[in-house]
């Protein structure tokens, strides 16, 4: 077959691993691959993509503005030389008519991360009406894709909610790909806590995007609160992409830095920016535990990665992570993103000994399997097989509609320069407007 991926912004996050497991999945099946990008991110420039034809088109737009680009690798499919047979997209649906005029034939499958609608920022008042616009035409775009993938089952809940003339049919969860094999090989095999050298002082990581709705800020407030009640035998390691192309990213990692000043805690909270793959695991290895703060995130792979390289987890109990942490088993929930609840979670596990099924040999055994099953590459792109073949009438596949928890939709989450521009205030009263925002 022809595949046609349509990805914009190739950034280092877990869409962007979900796009290079699908292009390593279809060139080892012997399809002709081509990928529709705006950018490809300096993390990708020593990586070899062998059998992919790549075409980059290069938009002067915000990045994050998914349906003005997808719009733009909409109009180079219609007027190229291009005759897909199956045609991947995500982050937007806006170039779905004219993929759908162009290529009559052509199969649309379409990874949701979560509807653009439901993230699309309001950054001023014009941006605004854009995001109503995106919020009107983005239910009857979906109606003319061939199948849908969902990420999770709460972003299935979500999807579901804003557009529900949909055919639930054509709704599926197909978790995204932590890619292990990749992970074992890129680091040593992964090692217990009761195998490795005890650290002089227990060790929290955060490996996370610098990015407001990631929360961030409340892992220095919980350091701080533990000091003030005398832990001092811990350290915070806060490691993640600092985005050069977006200013948010850059405004929010410089606001952690004050916080930390500011907070006192600079001397318990370490910044490791833009980490490669090889330091990446290796400081989970040497951490005690991971942690992973945004409220509702669509599927949160920083999880899988922890569980695999045998690591508890203290996650907030929404979104996709509430599906991947078992309580008091793999990790500890909070129930929204407060420094009080972080910093009690926290203590929890400075003081809890032992998590048998991430630090004995049988108990991670069936976590591991578990993670091959749910969570690895050979079954995300298994999925996406299966898809196609119903889709191309080579497979006839019987599908349920599952039932979904209703959970609270998400009408807008603030960007830096709403919430967090404005100098930092040692003030509960600004702690809490902030937690609430």
Known sequence: MHVVIVHPEQWNGGSDRCTVALIRHFVSQGHRVTWLTTMIDEYWKNHTFDGVEIREVGLKLHPGDWWSQNVALGWHMVFSNLNPDVAIIDHSASCVPMIKWRFPQCKILFYCHF?????????????????????????????????????????????????????????????????????????????????????????????????????????????????????????????????????????????????????????????????????????????????????????????????????????????????????????TKIAKPCGELLADAMLHHMNKTDWPELDTEEGYAKQRQRLETEFSTRGFCGNIDRAIAEMMGDLAINSEESSLEPVETIVHQPVATETFAKPYQQKNAAHIRRAQA
Request: proline share 7%; charged share 25%; aromatic share 10%.
């Open 115 to 331: 509807p653009q609608q439901l993230v699309t920022p309001s950054r001023f008042f014009l941006y605004r009406w854009y995001a109503k616009l995106i919020g009107i035409v983005e239910e009857e775009l979906f109606g003319q894709i061939d199948q849908i993938f969902v990420n999770s089952n709460f972003t299935a809940t979500q999807f579901c909610k804003v557009m529900p003339n949909i055919e639930k049919s054509k709704v599926r969860v197909v978790y995204p790909p932590c890619d292990i094999d990749f992970i074992v090989t890129a680091s040593e095999k992964p090692v217990s806590r009761a195998e490795r050298a005890k650290n002089n002082v227990y060790t929290f990581l955060s490996m996370n995007r610098f990015w407001p709705e990631k929360r961030l800020d409340i892992i220095v407030e919980a350091a701080a609160i533990l000091k003030r009640r005398g832990y001092t035998n811990l350290h915070v390691q806060l490691a993640g992409s600092v985005m050069p192309h977006i200013p948010e990213s850059r405004i929010y990692y410089d606001l952690l830095q004050d916080m930390t000043k500011e907070l006192d805690v600079t001397d318990m909270v370490t910044f490791i920016p833009s980490p490669t793959d090889k330091v990446k695991f290796q400081l989970y290895q040497q951490c005690d535990t991971a942690l992973y703060t945004p409220p509702n995130e669509h599927f949160g792979i920083v999880p899988i990665e922890a569980l695999d390289q045998r690591r508890p987890v203290i996650v907030c109990d929404s979104g996709g992570p509430a599906e991947t942490v078992l309580e008091d088993i793999t990790g």
